[in-house]
């Protein structure tokens, strides 16, 4: 059928990016974790990330567990594919907290991490949905960058499944 685009899916794990010029939906899982996606308005793709914990100094665990590996390293991959900075928009998602007050609050460390070094990079944050108690399931579509984000009191086993063999 003319103009019809095959939609690819990706299931996007814990300490990883998903950079694709194709159109994609990229699922992700969220608790205290935090998502960037980065969207090229021109080009009209995008990319994601998904990291765990805020940054790290120590050159052995630099990965994209991290957010200060993770976010430079989504800006990095958005450019090596052809995106021009000038035209980079943001959305973040996650970083919910349920601890108790004396508790380190990883959820909104990961946020800020990411809020600073897109705002260094000059990329602005078009909308976000971020802190809170609540764990979140988004997809987001790396063509039209639209996302849906589903909220839950917490992250079930089966809140995965489908995107895993985990039931």
């Not at 996007?12 to 990016?17: F, H, S």
């Not at 991959?77 to 907290?97: K, R, Y």
């Not at 609540?134 to 996302?147: C, L, Q």
Request: proline residues 4%.
């Amino acid at each position: 059928m003319a103009g019809e685009v095959e939609l690819f899916e990706y299931f996007l794990k814990p300490g990883y990016i998903f950079v694709y010029r194709e159109p994609t939906a990229i699922y992700t899982v969220l608790g205290s974790c935090v998502s960037i996606c980065l969207y090229d308005k021109e080009l009209q793709f995008g990319g994601m990330n998904h990291f765990l914990f805020p940054k790290t100094q120590d050159a052995r665990e630099r990965t994209p567990k991290y957010g200060n590996v993770a976010v430079s390293y989504l800006i990095t991959l958005m450019l090596e594919q052809g995106g021009n900075i000038d035209n980079l928009v943001a959305q973040i998602f996650g970083g919910a907290h349920r601890g108790g007050t004396n508790e380190r609050n990883v959820g909104m460390e990961n946020i800020e991490v990411a809020q600073s070094i897109l705002e260094k990079a000059g990329i602005p944050v078009m909308s976000q949905d971020v802190g809170g108690a609540m764990g979140r399931k988004v997809i987001y579509s790396s063509m039209t960058n639209e996302a849906v984000v589903y909220k839950v009191e917490s992250i079930r086993r089966g809140d995965w499944f489908p995107y895993t063999d985990q039931r």
